[in-house]
T-cell receptor, first 114, second 114 residues
Framework: DGGITQSPKYLFRKEGQNVTLSCEQNLNHDAMYWYRQDPGQGLRLIYY???????QKGDIAEGYSVSREKKESFPLTVTSAQKNPTAFYLC?????????????FGSGTQLSVL | EDQVTQSPEALRLQEGESSSLNCSYTVSGLRGLFWYRQDPGKGPEFLFTLYSAGEEKEKERLKATLTKKESFLHITAPKPEDSATYLC???????????????FGKGTKLSVKP
């Protein structure tokens, strides 16, 4: 079955530590996205990538970094510069950025600070 | 500034009690409006896309409608399994900073009691 796989489901970060969230898709989509979801808030865009080896900052990119070396993969690193990392992180994809098409979402990663 | 506002924040219904969720939006031009359903601890699941005022779409007990300023998600004779958070998102026409990315509302948490 085609879809988006996020791992791990739960992740804990120690102070000063960088952690990486995995996102893999087998939908053959060009565009991939990372969102952050906090309780009572809408999804906020962190980074997005329209094509391999290219990505752009979203609305809240500070303290995060990404890479897009393969079409299937779009990992997100939460760096120690992100002072409030506790949130639910969602990865999504669609065929091409800008198209009026639905986003396909993964099942999310809950990141907490120890 | 493009924005999406959903109301109410939370809605409690008895099984069989029909009601509506509201999504009001302000964008420079609408390319598409999306409804998603999100269960706790999971990624959003696509429900509908609406493109122009007057358009309606239905799926089981759900019906989405669109005007020039808002969309409604009507729930007819809801069941407990309809309990979830319903998210609304819009895609604007402008290709400036948003690059056609989705703008999400904060969601309406629906609880249906048996």
């Amino acid at each position: 079955d085609g879809g988006i796989t996020q791992s791990p489901k739960y992740l804990f970060r120690k102070e000063g530590q960088n952690v990486t969230l995995s996102c893999e898709q087998n939908l053959n989509h060009d565009a991939m996205y990372w969102y952050r979801q906090d309780p009572g808030q809408g999804l906020r865009l962190i980074y997005y990538s329209q094509i391999v080896n290219d990505f752009q900052k979203g609305d809240i990119a500070e303290g995060y970094s990404v890479s897009r070396e393969k079409k299937e993969s779009f990992p997100l690193t939460v760096t120690s510069a992100q002072k409030n990392p506790t949130a639910f992180y969602l990865c999504a994809s669609k065929r091409r950025a800008g198209l009026v098409e639905k986003l396909f979402f993964g099942s999310g990663t809950q990141l907490s600070v120890l | 500034e493009d924005q999406v506002t959903q109301s109410p924040e939370a809605l409690r219904l008895q099984e069989g009690e029909s009601s509506s969720l509201n999504c009001s939006y302000t964008v420079s031009g609408l390319r598409g409006l999306f409804w998603y359903r999100q269960d706790p601890g999971k990624g959003p699941e696509f429900l509908f896309t609406l493109y122009s005022a007057g358009e309606e779409k239905e799926k089981e007990r759900l019906k989405a409608t669109l005007t020039k300023k808002e969309s409604f998600l009507h729930i007819t004779a809801p069941k407990p399994e309809d309990s979830a958070t319903y998210l609304c998102a819009v895609q604007a026409l402008n290709y400036g900073g948003s690059q056609g990315n989705l703008i999400f509302g904060k969601g309406t948490k629906l609880s249906v009691k048996p």
